[in-house]
């Protein structure tokens, strides 16, 4: 079975700073996709970015970008020049053929964005 | 584009009565959607994964007749909670999967605060 581990649980930057949020995983699989997802205080949840295993590039929208080290199982969130709309939860998520496409979601981390 | 609905965004009920919340993908095909609940301050519990046109299939220990869903076209699906009770208070959110894109991306409803009285 798949987990998602997120091992920071609260993260606090100043506006404007830049903010690492870490993501690791365990699967068997090869062929596979990892998602980052943010949840404001509305709670809708909101696709940040979207990484695909095969593909070695490094996934970036904007302010965001992912650090994907297949090896290592690692999939991190950097979030550049952070503003306070971007305090939410955030949330890693993995998905892959199997299991009925379904979304392995890690605990989250919670970044609050100080003005 | 990707936009899903879910209605109604909140309902309080008396325990013992039934409440339906509606998934619509607006402007997509959904083939597949999710049911998930959440409670506070903790990540999303996958309820159920519904196919349109097949029966749902349950997660383990979630009980397939108190809470029905339906799956009746490609951009609705419906979750009943059966004769609901104060333990079925929670926040209840719908994904639907878009079939046209190959990256498994799910996209989110707004969610429904229930609470049972």
């Known amino acids: 079975a798949q987990t998602v581990t997120q091992s920071q649980p609260e993260m606090s930057v100043q506006e404007a700073e830049t903010v690492t949020l870490s993501c690791t995983y365990d699967t068997s699989e090869n062929n596979y996709y990892l998602f980052w997802y943010k949840q404001p205080p509305s709670r809708q949840m909101i696709l940040v970015i979207r990484?695909?295993?095969?593909?070695?590039q490094n996934a970036t929208e904007n302010r965001f970008s992912v650090n994907f080290q297949k090896a290592a199982k690692s999939f991190s969130l950097k979030i550049s020049d952070s503003q306070l709309g971007d305090t939410a939860m955030y949330f890693c998520a993995f998905t892959s053929n199997f299991g009925n496409e379904k979304l392995t979601f890690g605990t989250g981390t919670r970044l609050t964005i100080i003005p | 584009g990707a936009v899903v609905s879910q209605h109604p965004s909140r309902v309080i009920c008396k325990s013992g009565t039934s409440v339906k919340i509606e998934c619509r993908s607006l402007d997509f095909q959904a083939t597949t959607m999710f049911w998930y609940r959440q409670f506070p301050k903790q990540s999303l519990m996958l309820m159920a994964t519904?196919?349109?046109?097949?029966?749902?299939?349950?997660e383990q220990g979630v009980e397939k007749d108190k809470f029905l869903i339906n799956h009746a076209s490609l951009t609705l699906s419906t979750l009943t909670v059966t004769s609901a009770h104060p333990e079925d208070s929670s926040f209840y959110i719908c994904s639907a999967r878009d079939g046209s894109i190959p990256q498994f991306t799910q996209y989110f409803g707004p969610g429904t605060r229930l609470t049972v009285l």
């Open positions: 990484q695909e295993a095969y593909k070695q």
């Open positions: 519904s196919n349109e046109g097949s029966k749902a299939t349950y």
